[in-house]
């Protein structure tokens, strides 16, 4: 069974602050990925990254990094200098091979970012 | 190109009456997903078609579920006598294909909240 904890509900920061969102996984697939989608206020889930198990780099993309560590089973969003327009629902998901058909997701994080 | 369209965005409807979703996929992508939210929690898988076919309906909480992909292009999800507690949004997803046991990307659409009353 696959599982993905998304430990905070809710999230306030005030602009220009950076925030991390967790995301911690379980799976007993060998070969998975992992994915981050966003749901602004207009309510489409919206992309952000694909990662798979086999790749541990970080990456970044202008404002946006992620941190994946297969040790703690986590992959962790972080919004560096975070604006107004950041505020949303920030969903992890995962997908293994055994069932690649199928994403699991986390119940989400409400992020807040205050002007 | 346009993304993954849903219909209607809204619906509100009385128990016991009968609701169809209409989700359109990206064009040329084979594989389409329903997904739903519920009162605020995790956005869960209820199923997965290849072209016409399913792949995959373990999500599905009920017989009062229907979804068919007739031709493989778009997509209807009906809900025969709805419940109460199938209030939530209904999300659409597809993708282009799945290699061996890679997943694709899945895009989602800005899915069908459902009040049922």
């Known amino acids: 069974a696959q599982k993905v904890t998304q430990a905070q509900t809710e999230i306030s920061v005030v602009e220009k602050e950076d925030v991390t969102l967790d995301c911690v996984y379980e799976?007993?697939?060998?070969?998975?990925?992992l994915f981050w989608y966003k749901q602004p206020p207009s309510g489409e889930l919206v992309f952000l990254i694909r990662r798979n198990s086999f790749d541990e780099q970080n990456e970044i993309s202008g404002r946006y990094s992620w941190n994946f560590q297969k040790s703690t089973s986590s992959f962790n969003f972080t919004i560096t200098a975070s604006q107004v327009v950041d505020s949303a629902v920030y969903f992890c998901?995962?997908?293994?091979?055994?069932?690649?058909?199928?994403?699991?997701f986390g119940d989400g994080t409400t992020l807040t970012v205050k002007p | 190109e346009a993304g993954v369209t849903q219909f209607p965005s809204h619906s509100v409807i009385e128990k016991g009456q009968t609701v169809t979703l209409r989700c359109d996929p990206i064009s040329g992508h084979d594989n389409l997903y329903w997904y739903r939210r519920v009162m605020g929690k995790e956005i869960k898988f209820l199923l997965h078609f290849v072209k016409e076919s399913k792949q995959d309906e373990s999500g599905m909480p009920n017989n009062r579920f229907l979804a068919e992909r007739t031709g493989g292009t778009y997509s209807t999800l009906k809900v025969q006598p709805a419940e109460l507690e199938d209030s939530g949004v209904y999300f659409c997803?597809?993708?282009?294909?799945?290699?061996?046991?890679?997943?694709?990307?899945?895009?989602f659409g800005p899915g069908t909240r459902l009040t049922v009353l």
């Open positions: 998901a995962l997908s293994g091979n055994t069932n690649a058909g199928k994403s699991t």
């Open positions: 799976t007993r697939d060998t070969t998975y990925y």
């Open positions: 997803a597809s993708s282009q294909e799945i290699i061996g046991t890679s997943p694709d990307t899945q895009y």
